[in-house]
């Protein structure tokens, strides 16, 4: 948050002037999140960080969201099956209930995992990713169910989580080739990508542990700049 006051700025001209440097704030932010290394989720959390308000004499800047919030300020070890078995949205697969045994009534649900070319070939090496340019491909039916071609039956390695839990089955146990259905500009419909379910359940304590996020708390960096970036901002 910037104090207009302190900054010295003309009362009628504070809310432009704030908002510019709201603006080189966000921006600044965003610079630190690309140097910091977030990956994957570097593009949502940088679509995250807005000018969040603005009043007569000051300018606050935040990321929102629950997932660029936890990268924000860190999140717990945990158990991802706490939401993973709860959480229900377009697209995702349904959670279903154990019909019959000890377990009657429990849930589970399939998550899809997919398999860059580097990753099968991380697993399995180039023998395996040649077997897997292979398989037949699985496609889209009309009713938007997806035609099972071929499955990956080569040996691969087991997935291992930061936290040390080694998977059930191999990371590529059962993975399928997919052809077509390509929606933007990136994936056209002939290029083929590589998809392998998994089952979540309670079945096994020790698995699905998340092993927690470092905190990156880049605010505090950007807070620390804040008159020097307003400077280079010409505000």
């Known amino acids: 948050m ?6 010295g700025l003309d ?26 290394g977030f990956k994957r989720t570097l593009k949502l959390y940088q679509h995250s960080i807005s000018i969040r308000s603005i ?25 991802m099956r706490d939401y993973l078995l709860k959480t229900r949205h377009a697209g995702a697969s349904p959670i279903r209930r154990v019909r019959s045994g ?3 009534g429990e849930p589970y649900r399939y998550i899809m995992f997919r398999r860059t070319s580097a990753e099968i070939k991380d697993y399995a090496g180039r023998a395996g990713y040649r077997l897997a340019r292979t398989l037949s491909p699985s496609t889209s039916s009309t009713e938007g169910r997806l035609i099972y071609g071929s499955r990956y039956s080569g040996q691969s390695a087991h997935f291992l989580s930061k936290s040390g839990v080694r998977s059930v089955s191999p990371a590529l146990s059962g993975m399928v080739r997919l052809e077509g259905g390509g929606s933007t500009a990136s994936t056209p419909a002939s290029v ?44």
């Open 11 to 36: 009362p009628q001209s504070r809310h432009a002037r704030l908002y510019r440097i709201g603006e080189a704030l966000a921006a600044a932010w965003r610079a630190e999140a690309r140097a910091y």
């Open 192 to 235: 083929s990508t590589y998809a392998a379910w998994r089952t979540i359940s309670t079945k096994r304590a020790e698995a699905w542990q998340h092993s927690g996020l470092k905190p990156a708390m880049l605010h505090r960096r950007v807070i620390a700049q804040a008159a020097q970036i307003a400077e280079a901002a010409g505000v």
């Open 2 to 7: 910037i104090d207009a006051q302190s900054m």
């Open 55 to 79: 009043s007569a004499s000051h300018v606050a800047v935040s990321v929102s969201g629950d997932l660029p919030l936890k990268l924000e300020l860190g999140w717990a070890p945990h158990d």
């Open 102 to 104: 000890p377990r009657k």
